[in-house]
C-alpha cells in the first residue's frame, strides 16, 4: 500500500483529507555524517546576466539590458564588476557574512539544441550530452550509492513524478505534502482493527501512519469536527505560495535536515523568460532568495553551518535582449552558493567577456567551466569522494580541473 492509496482508502472512513500546498517533490536521502546539502534545480534556464549582472565589463552596455540600479533600486555591487539583481536583496546578509557566492560563465556541456527537456534532464543525470541512452538514475542517487552507512527510511513519492537527480537503487525518501490526513481517534482504532488480521497489511499501516505524519503534525486528531476542518484550512498553502512554494518547500526541507535527512533537493520554476523579463525574473529570484534565507531561519545557526546549498539551472540564455523584452535560450549561467559551510564572498569565474566575439556563436555568454566540476568539487570537499570515482562514475567524461575551494 502506498501513501495515495492508504489516504484515498482512509477518506471512506471518516477522515479529512486536506489537499495540499505543495505540488513539487522534495526528495531527501540520509547520509552518514552532519554536512548538509541542498540542491534546488531552477527550471526554465534562469538569466544569469541579470541575476549576477557584469555590469563593469566594458561590453554589458551594448547588450540593450538595463543596467543594475545600484542607486536605490536594491541591487548589491559585489566586486567592482559583478552586481546582484534587487530582487535578491534579502541575500545582502549572506553575501557581506561570506555565505553566499557565485560561479558565473559556467553550463553543462549542452549546446545548440537548447531544449529545456533535454537539458533538465542532462543537468540530472549528470552526463555530458550525447546520443546515447541517459542512465537510469541521477547523479546525487550515484553519490549516495557509494555511501555504505547511508541509510533512507522507506522510499515514497506523492504527488508528481521523482526528481531524476536522487532516482536510482540507493534508497532516499521522496515527498509532497500534497495531501494530509486527520484521523479521529475512532477512525484510527477501527483502521488497525480492520488490518490486524493481515500482518503484511498491519505493517503497510503502520508505515502509511508514519508517512502520512511525517510532516509532525500527526495523523490522530482529537478534536472536533469544525477544530478538523480548520486544521484542514490551515494545513492548506495560501493561492500565493501555490504560485510560488519556495519558502514553504525550505521549510519542509529544513525541518528534515534538522533531522536525520542530510541531502535535499527540490525545484522551483519561472525562470522560462522570453518577453517581459523585467516583470517576471525578478517574481522568480524572490522566490529564490526566500527559499534561500528560510532554509537558514528553519535549520538554526548549527545546522546552517555545516550546510551548503547550491541551485543550478539547465542553461543561461541569451546575452542580448530580445524584441519583446526577454532573452532565448542561451548556454553560459550562473551557480548559486549559499549556506555556513560556503566559502563565499566570491564571484568564482574565468570571465569570457562580452564582446560579440567572445560569445558563443555570437549570441551566448561563453561557458568556460563545466558546471558539473563545480558540484564534483563540492562532493569532494563534503563527503571525501574520490576524484577518480567522481569524474568516472557520478559525473562520467567529467575533468574537474582545479580546486575552486568553494567550502570553508
Given at each position: 500500500?502506498?501513501?495515495?492509496?492508504?489516504?484515498?482508502?482512509s477518506?471512506?472512513?471518516?477522515?479529512?483529507?486536506?489537499?495540499?500546498?505543495?505540488?513539487?517533490?522534495?526528495?531527501f536521502?540520509?547520509?552518514?555524517?552532519?554536512?548538509?546539502l541542498?540542491?534546488?534545480?531552477?527550471?526554465?534556464g534562469?538569466?544569469?546576466l541579470?541575476?549576477?549582472?557584469?555590469?563593469?565589463?566594458?561590453?554589458?552596455?551594448?547588450?540593450?539590458?538595463p543596467?543594475?540600479?545600484?542607486?536605490?533600486?536594491?541591487?548589491?555591487d559585489?566586486?567592482?564588476?559583478?552586481?546582484m539583481?534587487?530582487?535578491?536583496s534579502?541575500?545582502?546578509?549572506?553575501?557581506?557574512?561570506?555565505?553566499?557566492?557565485?560561479?558565473?560563465?559556467?553550463?553543462?556541456?549542452?549546446?545548440?539544441?537548447?531544449?529545456?527537456?533535454?537539458?533538465?534532464?542532462?543537468?540530472?543525470?549528470?552526463?555530458?550530452?550525447?546520443?546515447?541512452?541517459?542512465?537510469?538514475?541521477?547523479?546525487?542517487?550515484?553519490l549516495?550509492?557509494?555511501?555504505p552507512?547511508?541509510?533512507?527510511?522507506?522510499?515514497?513519492?506523492?504527488?508528481?513524478?521523482?526528481?531524476?537527480?536522487?532516482?536510482?537503487?540507493?534508497q532516499?525518501?521522496r515527498?509532497?505534502?500534497?495531501?494530509?490526513?486527520?484521523?479521529?481517534?475512532?477512525?484510527v482504532?477501527?483502521?488497525?482493527?480492520?488490518m490486524?488480521?493481515?500482518?503484511?497489511?498491519?505493517?503497510?499501516?503502520?508505515?502509511a501512519?508514519?508517512?502520512?505524519g511525517?510532516?509532525?503534525?500527526?495523523?490522530?486528531?482529537?478534536?472536533?469536527?469544525?477544530?478538523?476542518?480548520?486544521?484542514?484550512?490551515?494545513d492548506?498553502?495560501?493561492?500565493?505560495d501555490r504560485?510560488?512554494?519556495?519558502?514553504?518547500?525550505?521549510?519542509?526541507?529544513?525541518?528534515?535536515?534538522?533531522?536525520?535527512a542530510?541531502?535535499a533537493?527540490?525545484?522551483?520554476?519561472?525562470?522560462?523568460?522570453?518577453r517581459?523579463q523585467?516583470?517576471?525574473?525578478?517574481r522568480?529570484?524572490?522566490?529564490?532568495?526566500?527559499?534561500?534565507?528560510?532554509?537558514?531561519?528553519?535549520?538554526?545557526?548549527?545546522?546552517?553551518?555545516?550546510?551548503t546549498?547550491?541551485?543550478?539551472?539547465?542553461?543561461?540564455?541569451?546575452?542580448?535582449?530580445?524584441?519583446?523584452?526577454?532573452?532565448?535560450?542561451g548556454?553560459?549561467?550562473?551557480?548559486v552558493l549559499?549556506?555556513?559551510?560556503?566559502?563565499?564572498?566570491?564571484?568564482?569565474?574565468?570571465?569570457?567577456?562580452?564582446?560579440e566575439?567572445?560569445?558563443?556563436?555570437?549570441?551566448?555568454v561563453?561557458?568556460?567551466?563545466d558546471?558539473?566540476?563545480?558540484?564534483?568539487?563540492?562532493?569532494?570537499?563534503?563527503?571525501?569522494?574520490?576524484r577518480?570515482?567522481?569524474?568516472?562514475t557520478?559525473f562520467?567524461?567529467?575533468?574537474?580541473?582545479?580546486?575552486?575551494?568553494?567550502?570553508?
Amino acid at each position: 500500500m502506498d501513501r495515495r492509496s492508504f489516504l484515498t482508502r482512509s477518506a471512506a472512513l471518516g477522515c479529512s483529507l486536506a489537499a495540499s500546498p505543495l505540488v513539487t517533490p522534495v526528495s531527501f536521502a540520509a547520509t552518514p555524517g552532519e554536512h548538509r546539502l541542498v540542491v534546488i534545480i531552477l527550471r526554465g534556464g534562469m538569466d544569469g546576466l541579470a541575476a549576477v549582472s557584469p555590469y563593469g565589463d566594458p561590453d554589458f552596455a551594448t547588450l540593450g539590458r538595463p543596467a543594475p540600479d545600484l542607486d536605490g533600486g536594491g541591487a548589491l555591487d559585489l566586486d567592482g564588476r559583478f552586481a546582484m539583481h534587487g530582487a535578491l536583496s534579502p541575500l545582502a546578509p549572506l553575501w557581506r557574512a561570506g555565505e553566499l557566492g557565485f560561479a558565473h560563465a559556467v553550463s553543462i556541456p549542452y549546446r545548440d539544441k537548447r531544449s529545456h527537456f533535454d537539458g533538465q534532464d542532462l543537468l540530472e543525470a549528470g552526463v555530458a550530452a550525447s546520443d546515447a541512452p541517459l542512465p537510469g538514475d541521477g547523479w546525487l542517487n550515484r553519490l549516495v550509492q557509494r555511501m555504505p552507512d547511508a541509510t533512507a527510511e522507506t522510499a515514497y513519492a506523492i504527488g508528481g513524478e521523482p526528481l531524476r537527480i536522487l532516482q536510482g537503487p540507493a534508497q532516499v525518501n521522496r515527498w509532497t505534502p500534497e495531501a494530509d490526513l486527520r484521523l479521529s481517534p475512532q477512525a484510527v482504532l477501527l483502521t488497525r482493527r480492520v488490518m490486524q488480521a493481515d500482518p503484511a497489511m498491519a505493517a503497510a499501516l503502520d508505515t502509511a501512519m508514519a508517512l502520512a505524519g511525517g510532516d509532525g503534525d500527526g495523523v490522530e486528531f482529537t478534536g472536533s469536527m469544525g477544530d478538523m476542518m480548520a486544521a484542514m484550512r490551515d494545513d492548506m498553502m495560501s493561492g500565493k505560495d501555490r504560485q510560488r512554494p519556495g519558502a514553504a518547500l525550505a521549510r519542509f526541507a529544513g525541518e528534515q535536515l534538522r533531522g536525520a535527512a542530510r541531502i535535499a533537493c527540490y525545484s522551483l520554476t519561472g525562470w522560462d523568460t522570453h518577453r517581459a523579463q523585467a516583470h517576471h525574473l525578478p517574481r522568480a529570484l524572490t522566490q529564490l532568495a526566500q527559499s534561500v534565507t528560510t532554509l537558514k531561519e528553519t535549520l538554526g545557526a548549527g545546522a546552517w553551518g555545516q550546510t551548503t546549498v547550491v541551485a543550478v539551472t539547465e542553461f543561461g540564455r541569451t546575452a542580448r535582449w530580445n524584441g519583446t523584452g526577454g532573452t532565448d535560450h542561451g548556454s553560459g549561467g550562473v551557480m548559486v552558493l549559499a549556506g555556513g559551510a560556503v566559502r563565499g564572498g566570491r564571484v568564482i569565474t574565468d570571465w569570457p567577456g562580452l564582446d560579440e566575439a567572445a560569445l558563443y556563436k555570437r549570441r551566448d555568454v561563453m561557458p568556460t567551466r563545466d558546471l558539473r566540476a563545480h558540484l564534483a568539487w563540492l562532493l569532494r570537499g563534503l563527503y571525501g569522494v574520490e576524484r577518480t570515482a567522481l569524474e568516472t562514475t557520478i559525473f562520467p567524461g567529467l575533468d574537474m580541473g582545479d580546486d575552486p575551494e568553494l567550502l570553508l
